[in-house]
């Protein structure tokens, strides 16, 4: 299938927009995955991270596990397009991997605000296989012009239910940054029948000086890290039906295999709901 893109700005992003001197949050995601898509300051930075909180890497890796899963679950229940928003890097496993599996005509919006990504994305899109799927620049933080530049790219039908997917991305907002209402904007578009796909980093576990270590490490980075309580997280979901088991940390969200000891105390929140 073709690839379809495209950016805010008509053109691709300038180079200079990269800012590999800074660690970013996609790319040091992708070095706990075991990715080669990042930077020296990028590694530096999340080695910092791993020595604050060894279990980043194992979190990532339960978080990616739970993205197959509710995707897969979302595509079964008879969604067939889906916005990713904060997508980070291609990595196996993609939303459009998940959910053209299940339907191959299904139709995938990514979403990032990354050069970077958003130039490894084209890559993998270009490729065979890709169904209908297109990459779009825009920002979380202005979900109307966000929506504005999905509905400019004439892929997704939100007169149809549509799996929006919020994977490890909230957890870079701010409170100043209105996470909640950057949420409810983009589900008021969005008609019944939508399911929202969300997880979300959380300090419920870690001890407040390790906490404040690897907060530290993200001050110095392009998005901070904002660890929300297991009650934070829920309220993403108000006014939306929750899917059993409900919120719960990601290894425990419908897994395909016994979890492993400790998996009740893994620092990511995830759940699936469906508006009604």
């Keep these: 299938m073709a690839y379809e893109s495209m950016w805010e700005t008509g053109g691709a992003v300038a180079a200079a927009d990269l800012r590999p001197d800074i660690p970013h949050p996609a790319r040091r995601y992708d070095y706990y995955l075991g990715g080669k898509d990042n930077f020296p300051a990028d590694r530096a930075a999340a080695e910092k991270a791993l020595a604050a909180n060894p279990e980043f890497r194992s979190t990532a890796r339960a978080n990616r596990g739970f993205l197959t899963r509710a995707v897969r679950c979302v595509a079964d229940r008879g969604v067939d397009q889906f916005l990713d928003i904060g997508t980070g890097i291609p990595t196996a496993g993609n939303t459009h991997e998940i959910a053209q599996t299940a339907d191959p005509a299904a139709r995938v919006v990514y979403v990032d605000n990354d050069p970077i990504v958003l130039s ?13 799927t297109t990459v779009i620049h825009a920002d ?23 799996g929006l997917v919020l994977a490890a991305v909230l957890h870079f907002l701010r409170d100043e940054d209105e996470p909640y ?12 029948g939508s399911h929202l796909v969300l997880s979300h ?52 969200w419908r897994p395909d295999d016994t979890p492993a000891p400790g998996a009740d105390r893994v620092s990511m929140y995830g759940a699936v709901a469906r508006k009604p």
């Design 201 to 252: 980093g959380t300090a419920d576990f870690i001890p407040a000086e390790i906490r404040d270590r690897v907060t530290g490490v993200y001050d110095q980075a392009t998005a901070p890290l904002v660890g929300r309580t297991r009650a934070q997280v829920h309220a993403f979901f108000d006014g939306l039906d929750l899917l059993d088991p409900g919120v719960v940390t990601v290894p425990l």
């Design 120 to 132: 490894h994305a084209r890559a993998l899109m270009a490729g065979s296989g890709s169904g209908r």
């Design 140 to 162: 979380l933080r202005e979900p109307d012009a966000l929506l504005d530049s999905v509905r400019a790219a004439d892929l997704l039908d939100l007169t149809r239910p549509v």
């Design 181 to 192: 209402r950057a949420v409810t904007t983009l589900l008021d578009a969005l008609p019944s």
